[in-house]
Structures are given as structure tokens and as C-alpha cells.
């Protein structure tokens, strides 16, 4: 009987036991399962976080880039135009010698005047040119050479009043209404794009 | 053995019983509770880390873009340097070329 007893009580402990261990067992289950749940939530968000981040540091990196070729582009092109404006400087130097000196300006302010009769279609012009044309021209027949050469008869008068030009002609008609810019300022803005060009081919041909 | 005895004896089993259960509801109650604790410095673990790692790859960007800057700028040096050494002989020739134009 006392041996059947013990058998029974140690039966009714040991099935608590085991329900306990089940329990708890279920119970560390579940909470194993949340922690796993919310640990792949974060590492998800960390991975969104890393992934914006890396495109961050991507579009920063390429700013700098960007930014620092702009820079060097525009540095480039301020040395570049430097380098040709030297030389057109030059040529304006260079223009400034050959009016004053050089024997073969005559032709071309002749050809200036020629160019600027042309230009006018008026039987009555002004001609005007610098001053140190003007004392060139004065007691000479070169006008009449020049008008000479031109189509058309004309008749044209020598400005006393001298023109703040390097070298060239200035030809006016009688109304003042038509004005022919040959001097070499004139010449020069107008074909500033063109010398540009050239001398851009020439100094920067690889 | 007397019959009030075994029943004493049966009735304890029960009580020890109820005992080993009550413990492990409260066990599991305590982890139940804790459980919220665990997950938030969980996730602020990971997120500490995440920050630092954003936070390095943010400076090591700016450093590479720094350095290509560096670069693309002693690049651009070398090829002013190079411009503003253009040969006399093509300055010469260019200077001609313009005149050439402007007297034509």
C-alpha cells in the first residue's frame, strides 16, 4: 500500500514538472521567435540606412568631381583665352608699328579709303583719317590716285579735323548720312571672331 | 497506513504540484516582461553600429572626393602651364596669320 502511495505522488510531481517545462519551454519559444522577428525589422533598416548612406557618399564624391572639373574647365579656358588675347594685344602693337612705319601702309590705307568710297554711294564724300595720315596725304596727289582707281567719279574732301584712329579710313557721305568705318579699330571688331578662330587653330592644333 | 494519512499524503502531492507550475508562470512572466527591454537595446545596438558605419563612409567619400579634386586640379596646372609655354614659332605664325587677315 505505502509503496503504491509513493508511486502515486511521485506520478503527480513528475506530470507538474513536465507541464512546467513544456510551458516554459512554449513560453522562451515565443519570445525567441519575437526577438528574431524584431532583430531581421532592424537589420532591414540598418541595411536602408547603409544603402542611402552609400548613395550620399556616392553624390558627395561626385560633387567634389563634378565641381573640381568645372573649376579646372573654366581655368583651362580663362588660360587659353588669355594666351590668345596675348596675341591679339600683339597684333594691335604690331598695327600701331606698321601705321607709323612700315612702307606698305600706304597700300593698305589706300585700299582702306577705296573700300570705304565703295562703301558710300554719294558723289560728294568726306574722307577723314588720323592725324599723322593727314599730314601724310597733305601736299600729295594720293586721293586723287585713289579716287582714280574707284568705278565711279566722286568728289572727295580730305576732314581737316583728324580721327583718334590707329590707321585706316573714316569715309563719310556729303549728308552725312552714310558713314564707312575702314580704320583698323573698325576692321578689328569686326573681325575679332574670325582672328580669334584662326589664331586659336593655330596656337592650340595638336 | 491510515486513510486520513494517504489523503494528507495525496493532498501535499497536489500542493507541491501547484507549486512547480505557479513557479513557471512566473518565470515565464518574467521573461514576458523583459522581452521589450531585450528587442529596444537590441535594435539600438544595430543602430549604433549603422550610424557609425554611415557615418564613416560619409568621411572616407569626402576624402576620395577631395583627393580626385586634388587630382583633376594638378592635372589642370600642368595643362596651363603647358598652355602659357606655347612656342614662340606658333605665336609667331598666329600673329602673322591675323595681320595677314586684317590687311587682306
Known sequence: MSSSLEKLVEDIIRESKTKAEELKKQALGQVEETLAKERADAVREADLIIRSAKSEADAERSRRISQAKQQARLLYLAEKNKVVRDVLNDLRSRLVRFAQDDPSYSQFLLKSIARGLEAVPSEAVKIALSERDIRRFKGTKMLEETLATTRTPRKAVLSDKPIARTGGAVVTSGDGKIRADCTFEARLELMEPRLLAEISRILFAS | ?104
Open chain 2, 1 to 104: 497506513m491510515s486513510s486520513p494519512e494517504i489523503m494528507r499524503r495525496i493532498v501535499e502531492a497536489e500542493k507541491e504540484s501547484k507549486r512547480i507550475l505557479q513557479e513557471a508562470e512566473q518565470e515565464i512572466a518574467k521573461m514576458k516582461k523583459e522581452l521589450p527591454n531585450k528587442i529596444a537595446s537590441m535594435r539600438q545596438e544595430i543602430l549604433r553600429e549603422v550610424a557609425q558605419q554611415r557615418e564613416r563612409l560619409l568621411v572616407e567619400a569626402e576624402k576620395a572626393g577631395a583627393e580626385d579634386a586634388e587630382q583633376i586640379a594638378l592635372e589642370t596646372r600642368k595643362k596651363v602651364e603647358a598652355l602659357s609655354r606655347t612656342r614662340e614659332a606658333r605665336r609667331k605664325q598666329a600673329l602673322e596669320k591675323a595681320m595677314a587677315l586684317l590687311l587682306s
